[in-house]
């Protein structure tokens, strides 16, 4: 086959495909030089605010001043999970154990948790923080589980009774499982509502109850009850480490001051000179300890090897009329004492034995009821401060069963 005979035309057109040919190359490389050279610059731009942020949080990291902790080594040093770690009481344990040295792992949902409640620990190398729903497993590797995720004050849980349930079920069974995995022991917050409206006082562990299961604080009593069960199930069958602490009346600094509790009622009612609002006659009772004791009996059971429920409560009882007069006068104000239909289900008499915690443990409250609630109201008093509007106290009658 003999090839086509060359003609200007033909080389014409070669000579001009060579041309767009390299005209295409030179702004390819052009394109491709002018991106490396853009590139450059956005990188050099990027590692730029990076340093400047890595100094930043340098800085910040010099600045923020936390409490002092002990070192420990690695043999006594404890992984540590608190579920409901941003919450009144979680919050007073998460500090505890920070000081003594541990790492702490807080997991909580934020329903009723407050990050500034634990913001203090935030950036620590022994603190972690994960915004967690444990009706959702968790996967992690941890020594000791203190779960105390739950809603406690009924306004609080009668909001959303299933996801009440849910947490003290679902929440206890997925903290179960992961105790069981990694072996590590687990206390379980549990309550004095577990007595209900009791018939025996004062209480002992060995008391069943008189609870109402289907009344509007069911979801909250029922819900721990269930949780002693699948505890004790845990141990028997899976053979995990358990204990359980049955928790009466706490207070203190951090509370939510508009949860609808006694104390964070009457605080805010003298504080702002407002009546103070009895719902009932008065004569009903409860026993109330300072956060700091309930905290320290809390390490004392999960330290022990005992494993059945152990009251931890102050075993001082005051008719409500009584506390109602002493929170007024540690106030210094002149409220009057109003009073307003009783809620549902609202027990008439609480009162722990401490028997046990005292002879098991060496524990009873420190500190005295007077001094707890001096504190309480200076906490309450700044918070009132910071407000840019006034804090209402909860009506308890708009809110059945509380």
């Known amino acids: 086959m003999h090839a086509r005979p060359f003609t200007p035309r033909r080389g014409f057109l070669a000579l001009i495909i060579s041309a767009i040919s390299c005209l295409i190359v030179f702004a390819y490389c052009t394109m491709e030089g002018e991106a490396k050279t853009r590139n450059t610059t956005v990188d ?15 800085r910040m990291h010099e ?23 941003a919450g009144f009481v979680g919050s ?9 040295g541990h790492e702490v792992i807080v997991v909580d949902n934020y329903f009723t948790g407050r990050k500034k409640n ?15 729903d444990i009706v959702n497993p968790l996967f992690i590797e941890v020594d000791e589980i203190y779960h105390l995720a739950s809603p406690a004050s009924p306004p609080h849980y009668m909001y959303n009774p299933v996801k009440t349930i849910k947490t003290n079920t679902l929440g206890t069974i997925n903290m179960l499982g992961l105790a069981k995995r990694t072996r590590a022991k687990l206390l379980l917050a549990s309550t004095s509502e577990i007595y209900g409206d009791p018939e025996i006082h ?20 029922e819900g721990k009850r269930v949780a002693e069960t699948l505890c004790y199930a845990y141990e028997k069958q899976e053979k995990v480490s358990v204990c359980v602490a049955r928790i009466f009346n706490t207070f203190g600094p951090r509370m939510h001051m508009d949860d609808g509790r006694v104390v964070s ?11 103070l609002t009895i719902y009932g006659d008065g004569e009903q009772t409860r026993s109330f300890q300072y956060v700091s004791d309930l905290v320290e009996g809390l390490i004392l059971l999960m330290n022990s090897n005992y494993s059945l429920p152990v009251n931890l409560g102050n075993p001082e009882e005051h008719t409500i009329q009584e506390f109602a007069v002493m929170i007024r006068d540690i106030v210094g104000g002149s409220s009057e004492i109003v009073t307003k239909p009783a809620v549902i289900d609202d027990p008439r008499r609480r009162r722990p034995d401490i028997t046990l915690a005292k002879s098991l443990l060496g ?9 707890g609630l001096a504190r309480t109201i200076a906490y309450f008093r700044k918070e ?5 509007e006034p804090i209402r106290p909860l009506d308890l009658a708009a809110t059945p069963g509380s």
């Open 44 to 58: 050099a731009h990027i590692d730029a605010r990076l340093a400047a942020l890595e100094r930043h949080i340098e």
């Open 63 to 85: 600045s923020k001043v936390y409490p002092d902790v002990r070192n420990l080594n690695y043999k006594d040093r404890k992984r540590i999970l608190v579920t409901g770690g």
């Open 92 to 100: 007073h344990l998460v500090d505890r154990l920070m000081l003594e």
């Open 118 to 132: 634990i913001e203090q620990w935030i950036g620590h190398a022994n603190f972690e923080m994960m915004h967690h």
């Open 202 to 221: 004062p209480q002992v562990e060995s008391y069943w109850g008189h609870v109402n299961p289907i009344g509007p604080r069911a979801c909250y009593d």
């Open 265 to 275: 009622n009457f605080v805010l009612q003298a504080l702002q000179n407002l009546p």
């Open 363 to 371: 524990w009873s409250p420190k500190i005295p009821l007077a001094e």
């Open 384 to 388: 009132l401060a910071k407000s840019v």
